[in-house]
Structure formats: structure tokens, C-alpha cells
DNA sequence: TATGAATGAGCCTTCATTCAT
DNA sequence: TATGAATGAAGGCTCATTCAT
């Protein structure tokens, strides 16, 4: 049923589809027919909207990475504290749309790819990089006295265990996950 | 021309040719033919000796958790001290064979098929464990008071550590990793 | 913005932008699509005034001979001389409009398809036959003795500088055809 | 059936069916495919002999060279006279190899091909200037006055006797295009 | 023990055509 | 009159697997 002004919604359509696919069947079993199945459309329509798979593959990254900005702005208040800060970015991370289990295994499966795809290595620079500096600001305003290394070593707790929790049967443990930040944060701030 | 007691050379052959390709070109690009240009043999004996591509699969990534194993053996002195155990296992997670580009995309590319694939899900559950239960041993040892809580805690750091470094194009910074580690257990350890 | 009276310039537009994109890209490479951006409307259009891509193509051959026949019409002045009529046949044939690349180009993709495609076969065959009885026709004006041969010949000759000239980097040398099919009559009357 | 010393059995069938499939159903319907039912093997093979596609076509187009060339140089005798070589030229270019529908209808998809594709149009510029200069060479022995000239001449006239013929229903009339580029010789001889 | 020829399913992509607007 | 969204068939290519030698 052609209509006008599809693009939009069919952009959308085609992108949650993707990410539905990769959660579900995994990268290496996503295909073009199985993404255009699930979105209730024909599988030429993806050229037609993407360009080609790769460009269907890129803007689904692009549009995690969104949704993980989106969220964290959303969890800031205005002029945060810098416990604000850590905390709305610690629960954003381990909110419901990245620890449900379907976009948690598309990121795995970006991170993995990323690494002999340029284009995808490019986007998880930028998510890498935000988290860190994001981390660095707050622990800078904190006078932690070495806020590289503090961004560093939360930044890498929060990516393992989000790692160790997606890669889990039972998912990750949302709660466990901010509480074991939480405590990691309070011992560096005491040992100051 | 054949020859006899060709097994563990072959074997041993197609295993690392299996992991330097995973490593350089990926996983998605690892292919039969590639794997056996590497080794400098034809298609036909992956068949041969590991029935089919999966079985070479499974069976280099049992290579790399029993060569992960093997590191942290060699690393623990006789009846060690709860420190040196924790010392060893950190020291391990990024030795030289670990933090080595090859075989860190190539734990991550497994990792990321794990979780669609049963086979690798089952051995990665294995060293995600074995890893929780050495830091939990160690941590009980040092009267930590909540052990379970610091093995998560400490496994995460490692593996997130480790993660961000595989990912990062300058590749892992190992004794960096290690530096953030100890930091990390001397704060746990004050802080009781 | 719907207008009347559009069906011949529409027609025109796309019988051009049809011969532009054999020429330019050849047949193979000339899709729907690549006609339709070439003439600035949308691919939508060619249904609407030529049935399908065939019907275009049909045309676009049509529109090729209709031109050839025009050029040599201007070039006839009225009861021409048997000379008159070959030299006119010769110059339209090298001609600027025959001879510029695009035209050569699609002339002979034309008739490479024509050979697998009636529709194509029949207007082709229309073109050589007229060719021939032309010349015929002026031979037998000028008393050579086998007027049939004789037509045959040149129109051998002319064709196969044609070819030659489209299928050469430099395109067609027109005065030097012109000199050599010139010389052929000049070799023929003599020989009686 | 697999064996070994497949190749060059596979090869002339593969280039065989190439060359029949191009002349009965034409150049675009030539799919790999199609070669591969005609050749009675399976798709992938080609790949396996021929990298792809355009290789198979490449080779085919090769072959077809490389028959004519062959063909010229069986026909030549020791030493010929200029008379003899021109005469084994017209002879091998409207041999029953060359004049056999399906081979001149592979060529001449070739050459139109040729136009837009690098790989063709290299190898249809050797063929041209081979006639080219085999004529050329024959004329200066008969102390023609302008020996290009007059094989350009002889060369246009045969490749136009020939085009005309491949697009002829009746296929090529070999005899008649045999003498009519002798007459075409005798006219250029008594002309100096 | 080892080869590599051969298969054929499945993938991504292209593209003429259709049709609601 | 004109658009361009949408379809779906068909094409070329890749690749794991099989198997005669």
C-alpha cells in the first residue's frame, strides 16, 4: 500500500526491526528477508530506504547511541551535582532499554563487529569516549585526585558488568549492577 | 603424501590458524578456505580432523580457556597467599597471550556469537565462573566481609577493562589494567 | 503539478535522456531509473507514456531511424544525380549526429540486441534495407554493371567504418570515411 | 564426480557453453546459470575456475581471439605471397568458425559490450589492429601507393560484410562476402 | 592422511513494474 | 499528469560440506 511520507515510519519500522533481529537471532542470522519479515515489509524497500544493509546496520547503531543520549538528558536535572551526575549515569546505563536483553545483545553484537568495521568502530569510539568524559567531569568537580583514572576504572566497571550481565542466561541484574557502581564510587571518594 | 601421527600437528596447526584469522580478519570473514590458506593445508582436513567448521571453532575456543588456565597455574606458587592468588589472576587476565590483539578480538568475537550459540555460551559460562570463584576464594581469605559482592566487583573491572582495551584501537594497556586492579582491591580491602 | 499538452515534450525528453544513458553508460547500465533522473521526472512517468521500458527502448530506436531518414531527406536536393544521391547517403551516414559517440554508442547496442530481440531485429532490418536499395538504386543510375554487388560493397564499407570508428577510442575520423567511401565509387565507376 | 586435472577440461567447457549461450539466447540472458545448465555443471564452479563471472566472459572472449588467430596462421603457408596472405585473411574472417551464427553473434555482443567494458574493449582494439596491420603488411608488398589506406579500406569492408551478415536472419553468406572483398582487392590492384 | 573439485543453498543487491495518492 | 513508495523475482557471489582419488 504506497502512501507519502512514509520515510519516517518506515525508518523507524526498519530500524526496530533490526535491532529486534540481532537481539533475538543474533548478527551472523540477521538477514536482509528476516529484518524485512519482521517489519512487515518487502526486502527491496531497505535499498530503498537504506541504501543497503551495511547503511540499515549503521543507522540502528546510530540510533542506540541516541537513545543512550537521550536517556542520560533526560536523567540529568539542571546544574547537576556531581553525585547527580555519576548516579544518572550509572542509571542510565543500566537502565530498562539497555538491560533488556534485546538491545544488550545488539550492542555486544556492534561492539564485536566493530572491531573489522570501520564504520561501526567509529560510533563505538564516540559512546566509549562519552562515557569516560562524562565520568572525568564529575569526578574532576568531586577534587577526586586523579580523575582519569577514576573515570577509568568506573567506566570499565560499568562496561563489565553490563558485559558480564548480557552475556548471562538470566540478563542483567539491574539493581546489583547500580549498587556494586554505587559502592565502587563511595570507595574512591573515601580514600581521598 | 600422507604421513601417521599427523593429528596433533594438524590439530594444532588449524587451531592457531583458526585464531590469528578470527583475530585479523574477524569472525564473519573467517572462512573455511581462509583458515586453511593460513595453515598452509587444503579445505578437506578441517573436515577430517574436526568434522565440521563448528567442531574447529569449539575447539579453538577451548584452546584459549585452557591456555588461560594453564597462565594462571603457572603464576600461583604453591599454597599462595590470598594476595599473590588475586596477584596471579590479574596478572594473567593480561599477560602478554591475553592482552595480544589476536586473541583479544578473538575472545570478544566469541563471546559475541555465545550468546546465540550453545556451544561457546556453555564454555564462556565456564571461565566466567572459574574467574568469579579464584576472586571469591581470595576475597574470603582476606576476611572481606561481603566476598561474593567484591569477586563481582573485581571481575567486572577485569573484564570491562579488558573489554575497553580490545575494543580501543592503541589495544590493550596491560600494566595500566593491572595498576587499576590493585587499586581497586587496596580500596576494598581499607574499607573494611 | 499536472499539466496538459505534455505527452510530446515528456516523450522527447525521455527518448533523449533514453539515448544519452546507452550512450553514456551503455545498454546494460541503463536501467528505468538512470533514464528518469537523466530527464529530470520520475521513473513513474514511463509507464504512463510508453507501456514499459521496452516501449521506450522501441522508440528511442524509432526516434534514431526517423533522424537518419530526415538527415538524408535535407541532403537530397530534388531530382538529384545518381553522384548527388551517393555523396548524400555517405554524408549523412558519417554525419554529426551519426557520428558523435552517443549516438554510435546506442546505435550499436541497438543492434547487438536486435539480433535476440524481434521488436529490435525488425526496425534494424528496415534500416539496412534501405540503405542498400538507396545505393542500389544510384549504381544502377550510373550503368554499373552489377548495381546489386555494387551496393552490397559500399554498404559493407560504410557500415564497417562505422563500426570500426564507434568501437575506437578516438571515435569516428567522419572526413576520412567520407575520402574512403569516396575512393570505393570512384575504384567501381572506373573498373566499367 | 570429483577428479583431479579437472581444469582444462573444465575450463573449454565452461568457455564452450559461455560462447553458445551468448550466441543462442544473447548477452543478457546469459546468466551464470544458464552457462552452468548448458555446461551441465553446477553454478559454483565457475567461481571455483573462473573467479566470476566477467572472468568466464573474459576468457570466453580470449578464446575466441585466440581461434581466430589460429585459424589465420593454419591457412598461411610458408612464406606467403601478398596475394596469398590477403586471401588467407578474408578466408579465416569468414571461415565457418567465424561465420557459424552462434560465434558471430558472440562477437558481436562482445563488441558492442566493449564499448563500456575496459576488460572487452582491450582485447576487441588487439583484433583491430591485428587485421589492420596483417592487411597493411600484404598491400606494401604489393607496392600498393598507400598501403593504410587501402587497409583500412579492405578492413572496414570486411568487418562490414560481416557485421551485416551477423545481423542478417540468413546468417552470413561466406562465399559471396569472400568475393566481393577480392573484387574489392582487384579494384585497388588496377587502380595503380 | 590429504587434496581440491564440485555442489547447491542462501545471501545481498538490482530493477522493472505496479499503484495509491 | 505525475510521483515515488513498494513489491518480488532474478541475478551474481560466497561458502560449508561432501567425496573421488
Given at each position: 500500500?504506497?502512501?507519502?511520507?512514509?520515510?519516517?515510519?518506515?525508518?523507524?519500522?526498519?530500524?526496530?526491526?533490526?535491532?529486534d533481529s540481532i537481539g533475538e537471532v543474533g548478527f551472523a542470522a540477521t538477514t536482509v528477508q528476516s529484518i524485512a519479515r519482521r517489519a512487515g515489509v518487502s526486502s527491496g524497500?531497505?535499498?530503498?530506504?537504506?541504501?543497503?544493509?551495511?547503511?540499515?546496520?549503521?543507522?540502528?547503531?546510530?540510533?542506540?547511541?541516541?537513545?543512550?543520549?537521550?536517556?542520560?538528558?533526560?536523567?540529568?536535572?539542571?546544574?547537576?551535582?556531581?553525585?547527580?551526575?555519576?548516579?544518572?549515569?550509572?542509571?542510565?546505563?543500566?537502565?530498562?532499554?539497555?538491560?533488556?536483553?534485546?538491545?544488550?545483545?545488539?550492542?555486544?553484537?556492534?561492539?564485536?563487529?566493530?572491531?573489522?568495521?570501520?564504520?561501526?568502530?567509529?560510533?563505538?569510539?564516540?559512546?566509549?569516549?562519552?562515557?569516560?568524559?562524562?565520568?572525568?567531569?564529575?569526578?574532576?568537580?568531586?577534587?577526586?585526585?586523579?580523575?582519569?583514572?577514576?573515570?577509568?576504572?568506573?567506566?570499565?566497571?560499568?562496561?563489565?558488568?553490563?558485559?558480564?550481565?548480557?552475556?548471562?542466561?538470566?540478563?542483567?541484574d539491574a539493581e546489583r549492577c547500580v549498587q556494586l557502581c554505587r559502592r565502587h564510587i563511595d570507595l574512591i571518594r573515601d580514600a581521598q
Amino acid at each position: 500500500m504506497p502512501k507519502v511520507g512514509m520515510e519516517p515510519i518506515r525508518r523507524k519500522q526498519l530500524i526496530e526491526a533490526t535491532r529486534d533481529s540481532i537481539g533475538e537471532v543474533g548478527f551472523a542470522a540477521t538477514t536482509v528477508q528476516s529484518i524485512a519479515r519482521r517489519a512487515g515489509v518487502s526486502s527491496g524497500i531497505i535499498a530503498h530506504y537504506f541504501g543497503n544493509k551495511m547503511g540499515l546496520l549503521e543507522a540502528t547503531m546510530r540510533e542506540l547511541l541516541a537513545q543512550l543520549k537521550l536517556d542520560l538528558m533526560q536523567r540529568l536535572p539542571e546544574n547537576p551535582t556531581p553525585e547527580q551526575r555519576l548516579n544518572a549515569i550509572i542509571q542510565t546505563n543500566f537502565s530498562k532499554t539497555q538491560v533488556d536483553p534485546l538491545s544488550a545483545k545488539t550492542w555486544l553484537a556492534f561492539w564485536s563487529s566493530a572491531m573489522h568495521e570501520p564504520a561501526f568502530a567509529q560510533l563505538q569510539q564516540i559512546n566509549k569516549q562519552r562515557l569516560h568524559s562524562n565520568l572525568k567531569f564529575a569526578f574532576k568537580a568531586m577534587a577526586i585526585s586523579d580523575p582519569d583514572l577514576a573515570a577509568a576504572s568506573l567506566a570499565a566497571l560499568i562496561d563489565g558488568l553490563w558485559l558480564r550481565g548480557a552475556l548471562s542466561p538470566e540478563g542483567i541484574d539491574a539493581e546489583r549492577c547500580v549498587q556494586l557502581c554505587r559502592r565502587h564510587i563511595d570507595l574512591i571518594r573515601d580514600a581521598q
